[in-house]
């Protein structure tokens, strides 16, 4: 690939801020029966590394736990996901051994119900963590009582039976889905837009009447978006606070061997997506008569890691990563499949502190991204990765860290003269006829950079250098004059000193991408440089 002009100007006016973003942006998502989201991860009993003690926390892997706690994570979605479109939540209430064992419809297992509502809770509790509970949104009344068992304050005879299972308190949970992709056919409960919309209403009328605080997550739908969008927003959008978005991308590197190009270019099809989106809730928001639109909650995001079906099913290795296995050539990868214990690269790394980005500029808008939650926080191609020999932070998960420790939520506007590309995009994961990855031609910026304030008052620039090779340049402008701009910025890099752009992380050398703190860093000639394949955060 050719080196590009070395230099990128960036303009950043701290005077007029574009608008704040939540901590919200930086949540998280569990599935139940997903891959060892949470038996296996979060919770796994007889294990010498789960906690011994009594209560709800009994069986919880500690080391999990504490890593998933330094995150300072923000809201976690579950019990799904698919999983919730079949869940009855009082089974897993209770006394574990008198919990029924069932058939998980969603992915072809078994959920035992050992963890369950107050298991949940007590570990976003000891996270440090706000609990998302999902509803199917199919049972009007079995919503309700969840809200009671879990919210109500006056006794009852199901606040009785929370205060038996050990909480006297209302566990007073925030934010609630109503409902989980019920668009699509594979749903328990799939229904029409119409059918959809007349059900959100009366589920949040009844949810509101239990706990008025509570904020809903209504469902938004990643295609056919306005014949999805307008019928819910019309009958139900005035007791919505927030519209899902789900939107995937395609890594191929299992079988093509490199497409980092490919991977981390895909950011600016989510920011595409997404303004995309929130430019219809507004404008249908305002259709409906609504006094503003729902925010976008963007609850399950991610990269794919995609492989040949014609693969052995891969396994989870011991060291974190895919067990060993035989993979024979193929011409063409055919049908493909989702590996889901895939280890994470730096590519990845990149990709998420772009999408971060994309959410940064919706700051502002009438609808912007105001939760995400990626998919998934344990195991499963997630952030923190946990085999019986112990766990350990993904290259994903020092991205999370970063913005969520060292960036602020006051969003600045920020413009990059730089140079770039322009490259035949992926759509995501969405796939033509023929199968292929559908593309489209877009300029692919090689640096792409966000400015914040932090509440100390200081400037936080976050850097993405795309290219895979070369160091470029950065030339901070603040306020229209170079000499607003400080000498020296405390940075913190990720990425940079990486082996290739294949290593990943394992349980034998866990801070192979990692966060370095570079310390203060005095700029040279005016610039600072930011290395190939790296994300980069400054304080000024």
């Known amino acids: ?71 300072g994570p923000g809201p976690i979605r579950w019990p799904g996901g698919n999983f919730t479109s079949a869940y009855h939540w009082e089974d897993g209430i209770g006394p574990r051994e008198s919990r029924p064992s069932r058939l998980e419809l969603a992915w072809g297992g078994q959920e035992s119900n050992r963890f369950g509502t107050d298991e949940f809770l007590a570990w976003c509790e000891a996270v440090g963590a706000e609990p998302y509970l999902v509803h199917s949104a199919r049972d009007v009344d079995e919503a309700v009582r969840w809200i009671e068992y879990t919210n109500a304050a006056r006794h009852t005879t199901l606040t009785a039976r929370r205060a038996k299972n050990g909480r006297a308190e209302p566990w007073n949970v925030r934010y609630w889905g109503v409902g989980n992709e019920v668009y699509g056919p594979w749903q328990m409960g799939h229904r029409t837009a119409e059918e959809y919309a007349a059900a959100a209403r009366e589920h949040a009328l009844f949810m509101r009447l239990v706990d008025p605080g509570i904020r809903l997550v209504g469902v938004g739908i990643p295609w056919r978006q306005e014949e999805w969008t307008r019928p819910l927003l019309k009958r139900a959008g005035s007791l919505l606070d927030h519209l899902s978005l789900h939107l995937y991308g395609a890594g191929t590197h299992l079988w093509t061997g490199d497409d980092y190009d490919a991977v981390v270019a895909q950011s600016l099809y989510f920011e595409r997506e997404i303004h995309t989106y929130s430019q219809l809730v507004t404008a249908v928001a305002a259709d409906a008569g609504l006094d503003r639109p729902p925010a976008l909650a963007l609850d399950e995001w991610t990269m794919r890691h995609l492989e040949p079906e014609a693969w052995p099913q891969p396994l989870p290795g011991d060291d974190g990563g895919v067990a060993p ?26 990709f998420c502190a772009g999408v971060f980005h994309a959410v940064h500029r919706t700051a ?35 991205v999370w860290h970063l913005y969520r420790h060292h960036t602020g939520r006051t969003v600045l506007p920020c413009e990059v003269e730089g140079p770039a590309r322009t490259a035949a995009v992926r759509l995501g994961d969405n796939r033509g006829p023929d199968g292929r990855l559908l593309t489209a031609p877009m300029t692919v910026p090689y640096l792409d950079v966000s400015a914040t304030r932090a509440d100390d008052g200081s400037v936080r620039v976050a850097v993405v250098n795309r290219h895979r090779d070369a160091a470029l340049q950065l030339r901070i402008v603040l306020d229209g004059a170079a000499a607003n701009t400080p000498a020296t910025a405390r940075v913190r890099s990720l990425g940079a000193d990486v082996p290739g752009l294949g290593a990943v992380n394992t349980l034998g050398a866990p801070d192979t991408i990692a966060v370095r703190d570079l310390g203060d860093v005095e700029a040279s000639g005016g610039a600072w440089t930011v290395a190939p394949h790296s994300v980069i955060v400054l304080a000024l």
């Open 1 to 71: 690939m050719p080196v590009p002009s070395p230099e990128a100007l960036v303009t950043i006016d701290t005077r007029r801020p574009a608008g704040r973003v939540d901590d919200d942006i930086y949540g998280h998502f569990l599935e139940s029966a997903f891959f060892g989201n949470i038996e296996g991860g979060v919770f796994d009993e007889g294990s010498p590394l789960s906690v011994t003690d009594p209560g709800p926390l009994h069986g919880v892997r500690a080391d999990v736990l504490e890593l998933c706690r330094e995150l």
């Open 364 to 398: 502002g808008l009438p609808a912007p991204v105001a939760m995400a939650n990626p998919v998934n926080l344990v195991n499963a191609n997630g952030l923190v990765v946990a085999r019986p020999g112990g766990a350990l932070r993904s290259a994903i998960y020092h």
């Open 325 to 350: 296995r035989e993979t024979p050539e193929v011409e063409g990868p055919g049908k493909v499949r989702v590996n889901r214990w895939s280890p994470r690269t730096v590519a990845d790394a990149l």
